[in-house]
C-alpha cells in the first residue's frame, strides 16, 4: 500500500501543478502575424484570442485575400499555442513516474 500512497501524493502535485501550469499559460501572450504584417492575432496560451489588428491599407485588398489572410494568421496563432502548452505539459508529465509504467 505504500506505494499506492505515494502515487496519490505524486497525483495531487500533479494536479496542483497543472493548475499553476494553466494559469501561467492564461497570462502568456502570443502573437502571429501575415501578410507582412497586414494581419496581427494575439493569443494567450490557453487559445484565448486577445487581440485583431488589420493594416487599414490592407483592408482596400480583394475581400476574399483579406478573409484568406486573417484565416492564416488565426491558424498560426493557434498552432503556436498548441506547441507552447503541449511543450508545458510535456515537461510537467514528465516528472512523474506512473508505477508499472515506462
Known amino acids: 500500500m505504500a506505494g499506492l500512497g505515494k502515487f ?3 497525483a495531487q502535485k500533479a494536479q496542483k501543478q497543472m493548475e499553476t501550469l ?3 499559460l492564461a497570462t502568456r501572450d502570443i502573437e502571429a502575424t501575415a501578410g507582412g504584417g497586414a494581419v496581427r492575432v494575439k ?3 490557453q487559445s484565448e484570442f486577445l ?10 485588398e480583394d475581400p476574399g485575400l483579406v478573409a484568406d489572410t486573417i484565416l492564416e494568421a ?3 496563432a493557434s498552432a503556436k499555442a498548441k506547441a507552447l502548452n503541449t511543450e508545458e505539459m510535456n515537461k510537467l508529465t514528465s516528472q512523474f513516474q506512473m508505477p508499472g509504467m515506462l
Open 8 to 10: 496519490l501524493k505524486q
Open 74 to 76: 488565426v491558424k498560426q
Open 22 to 24: 494553466q494559469q501561467e
Open 43 to 45: 493569443i494567450n496560451g
Open 51 to 60: 487581440a485583431l489588428t488589420l493594416d487599414p491599407e490592407f483592408l482596400k
